[in-house]
């Protein structure tokens, strides 16, 4: 069983950044894809960033060009840099990693304020 831990999320104003983090508690070189979603209050779940094996990349329509998804695979962590916030952003952002199955990190709340 992987365990997922998020941090990094709090509040900011509109136009700043944020990176999150997400520490697993085993090695993610293998695994074959981590990646982010977010959830807020009213609104559907969303994908907001996923990262495979082989380094692909992908985005949702709403971040694309703003948020980046990377990974240190020495640290066992996955970011996601958040530049150019949004009130809209606002959210629980939860990890997710594929491995034998899919494990779920338990989220850090984003408010990005007006």
């Known amino acids: 069983q992987v365990q997922l831990v998020e941090s990094g999320g709090g509040l900011v104003q509109a136009g700043g950044s944020l990176r999150l983090s997400c520490a697993a508690s085993s090695s993610i070189f293998s695994f074959p894809a981590m990646g982010w979603y977010r959830q807020a209050p009213g609104k559907q779940r969303e994908l907001v960033a996923a990262?495979?094996?082989?380094?692909?990349?992908t985005y949702g329509d709403s971040v694309k060009g703003r948020f980046t998804i990377s990974r240190d695979n020495a640290k066992n962590t996955l970011y996601l840099q958040m530049n150019s916030l949004k009130p809209e952003d606002t959210a629980v952002y939860y990890c997710?990693?594929?491995?034998?199955?899919?494990?779920w990190g338990q989220g850090t709340q984003v408010t990005v304020s007006s």
């Open positions: 997710y990693a594929i491995t034998a199955g899919t494990h």
């Open positions: 990262i495979t094996h082989s380094d692909t990349t």
